[in-house]
C-alpha cells in the first residue's frame, strides 16, 4: 500500500521504468485521470448541495446519509484516480497490457442505486 502510494507523487520513479512512451498515450491517459477528478468534483459538490440546500427528507437523517455518501463517493473516485493514473502509466511505460479495473461498472452501480433511492424519497415525500 504504502509503495503505491509513494508512485502517486515520485515522478521520477514513474519515469525511470520502460522506455519513454508515444506522448499521445501520456497525455491521453492524463485527460482520463483529469476527467475521473471532475467526476469526484462533482460528486463532493452534490455532497455539499445535499447538505446544504435539501429540504429534510421523510426519512430520519437521509439528507444527511446521503450527502455524506457522496462526499465518501467523491473522495473515493479521487484516490482511485491518481491510482489508475500511475498503474496505467507504467503499463504503457512496460509496454504491458493496461490495469482492468471494475471501478466503473461500480461506480454506476452505486449512482443508481442512489438515484433510485431518491425516487423514492420524493415520492414518499409527495405522497406524504
Do not use: C, K
Not at 11 to 28: E, H, I, K, M, N
Not at 43 to 70: C, K, S
Request: glycine share 8%; aromatic share 8%.
Amino acid at each position: 500500500m504504502r509503495e503505491s502510494i509513494r508512485h502517486w507523487f515520485d515522478q521520477r520513479d514513474v519515469r525511470s521504468v520502460g522506455t519513454p512512451p508515444d506522448y499521445r498515450f501520456s497525455l491521453a491517459n492524463e485527460r482520463t485521470f483529469l476527467a475521473w477528478l471532475r467526476t469526484g468534483l462533482a460528486l463532493v459538490a452534490g455532497g455539499l448541495a445535499a447538505a446544504q440546500f435539501l429540504p429534510p427528507l421523510p426519512l430520519a437523517h437521509l439528507r444527511e446519509a446521503l450527502a455524506v455518501g457522496l462526499l465518501l463517493l467523491g473522495a473515493t473516485v479521487s484516490i482511485r484516480a491518481v491510482d489508475h493514473w500511475a498503474r496505467t502509466e507504467r503499463a504503457i511505460r512496460l509496454g504491458e497490457e493496461l490495469p482492468a479495473s471494475r471501478f466503473p461498472a461500480v461506480l454506476a452501480l452505486i449512482v443508481a442505486v442512489g438515484a433510485l433511492l431518491l425516487v423514492g424519497a420524493v415520492l414518499l415525500r409527495g405522497a406524504g
